[in-house]
Every structure is written in C-alpha cells, then in structure tokens.
C-alpha cells in the first residue's frame, strides 16, 4: 500500500518560516491535505487542493507540490501554531485514503 | 453548521467487539462520505474506513476483515464495529465528515478514547 512519509519533528523560531514535508508516490497523482493537531483535540484542516484554505485559517499557511512531495509552509509562525501536523491523500489506487506519520512543530 | 456527535463504549476486554456511533447533525448527509480514524496514544492518525449513504464502503485492507461500517440514513447516523480487539486496538476513535470533491475531512466527531485491557 502507499504510504505517505514525513520528519518525526521541525522547529523555528517565532517569526520565522518553516516548512513541512510530506513524500509518497501517490502525492504525484493527488493533492495532499494538511491538519494540525493540539494536544487532546481532533485534527483541524488547514490546508487542501495544494494551497486552499478554509475559512478561519490564517493566510500564514500555504501548500505547494512538486512530484512526489507536498509541503505546508507556515510564513511567521506563531506560538499558536505549535502543534503535530498530518498530512492525508488517496492512495494511488484512487479508493483508499493514508495519513502521513504526522510531524510535531515546536515554536522556539 | 455541522457537528458530529460519537459515542460508545470506552472500556472492552480483548476478544470483544467494539461498537461506536457517530451522528450528524447539519449539512447534507447524502452528499458525503462518513468516516472512521482512529489515533493510538502518543501515535499518528489511521484511516480505518468509510461509508456513502447508499451503503457503499471503502476499508482499510490490514483492518478490513475485522471491521464493519454501517450507515442509517433514517436517523443521519453511522456506525463501526471491530471485532476480537486487542490491546493494539486502544486508540481515540474519531469519526469525520469527507468531502467527495476535494477529498478532505472538514468535519470531525470529538473523539472517544477506547481502552483494550483485561
């Protein structure tokens, strides 16, 4: 089955940007969404179709792609966005669904 | 606005049948997919499945011989069961709302904590 891999952790400094990373073969043939997690709460989308957001969501957060690799960019992170980042697509077979191992963001 | 409401049993024995429920409430129920996933503490998210309102089901294949998805449209409300769990089973089970054009979950349950042990 596909599998989507991303860093265990990143970091940055308030203000500062950072991206995160998510390869896998099926991101060449589909969008990847992005979700941020806190701690005790349910996933929370923030970024799909590459780089749409939903209402609510601070246009600091942007998605880009480039074969097999689908990123989320924060530009001036905030301490609010600490946090386990998942990112989610089809599986290359078109009918199941794979998460990314999720990636914790720490704002230093 | 739509909101997703679970419940459950949150404590089972090994060998047991899990059982959850998810109501929806708002929205188009029929216009969707409904989903289960499932986080183990301290791990990632799994997707364990999905269902249309018309009963058609899509399973995660290393849990799908043990996993069933139900659907009562009557009542805007689908279930999950998974059968003889084990302590690798213990896991926040939420339910989420996919929608079928952009394949996103923009709607999730709150989550039950769901402990395996004897």
């Known amino acids: 089955s596909s599998e989507l891999t991303q860093d265990p952790a990143v970091s940055v400094a308030l203000g500062q940007t950072v991206r995160i990373t998510c390869q896998g073969d099926s991101i060449r043939s589909y969008y990847a969404s992005w979700y941020q997690q806190k701690p005790g709460q349910a996933p929370v989308l923030v970024i799909y179709a590459k780089s749409k957001r939903p209402s609510g969501i601070p246009d600091r957060f942007s998605g880009s792609r480039s074969g097999n690799t689908a990123s989320l960019t924060i530009t001036g992170a905030q301490a609010e966005d600490e946090a386990d980042y998942y990112c989610n697509c089809r599986e290359s077979s078109g009918n199941l669904v794979v998460f990314g191992g999720g990636t914790k963001l720490t704002v230093l | 606005q739509v909101q997703l409401q679970q419940w459950g049993a949150g404590l089972l024995k090994p060998s047991e049948t899990l059982s959850l429920t998810c109501a929806v409430y708002g929205g188009s129920f029929s216009d969707y997919y409904w989903n289960w996933i499932r986080q183990p503490p301290g791990k990632g998210l799994e997707w364990i499945g999905e269902?249309?309102?018309?009963?058609?089901?899509n399973y995660n294949p290393p849990l799908k011989s043990r996993v069933t998805i139900s659907v009562d449209t009557s009542k805007n409300q689908f279930s999950l069961q998974l059968s003889s769990v084990t302590a690798a089973d213990t896991a926040v089970y939420y339910c989420?709302?996919?929608?079928?054009?952009?394949?996103?979950?923009?709607?999730w349950g709150q989550g039950i904590l769901v402990t395996v042990s004897s």
């Open positions: 269902i249309n309102h018309s009963g058609s089901t």
């Open positions: 989420a709302r996919r929608d079928s054009s952009w394949f996103i979950y923009d709607f």
